[in-house]
Nanobody, 123 residues
Framework: DVQLQASGGGLVQAGGSLRLSCAAS????????IGWFRRAPGKEREGVSCINNSDNSTSYARSVKGRFTISSDHAENTVYLQMSSLQPEDTAVYYC????????????????WGQGTQVTVSS
């Protein structure tokens, strides 16, 4: 029923850019927060960025602030993550997830997850 489809990953050289997409369906898009997470080899999953679709407020991890930009296309029910100045440490599987904002933003938890898309940055 609820689906989150992450796409747009690939292989890029250091300093390059990619735009990830998260296409959402099966819930009221404007009532939730959509977050991007990543899991790098040998590391725990970490939050990258999130957007509150009710008011378009955003949050970023310190490691990506100034390089990544999250946005929502409400007409398309799609969240984007524009990634610039990519570095090898950005290499990870990137996941998008949805969570409620009634308990605050960023949400304390995310209940719906997509399958992820691989981002590989070469040096």
């Amino acid at each position: 029923d609820v689906q989150l489809q992450a796409s747009g990953g690939g292989l890029v050289q250091a300093g390059g850019s990619l735009r990830l997409s998260c296409a959402a369906s099966g819930f009221t898009f404007d009532d939730v927060a959509i977050g991007w997470f990543r899991r790098a080899p040998g590391k725990e999953r970490e939050g990258v960025s999130c957007i509150n679709n009710s008011d378009n407020s955003t949050s970023y991890a310190r490691s990506v602030k100034g390089r990544f930009t999250i946005s929502s296309d409400h007409a398309e029910n799609t969240v984007y993550l524009q990634m610039s100045s990519l570095q090898p440490e950005d290499t990870a599987v990137y996941y998008c997830a949805a969570g409620g904002v009634n308990f605050g933003f960023p949400p304390p938890s995310y209940h719906y997850w997509g399958q992820g898309t691989q981002v590989t940055v070469s040096s």
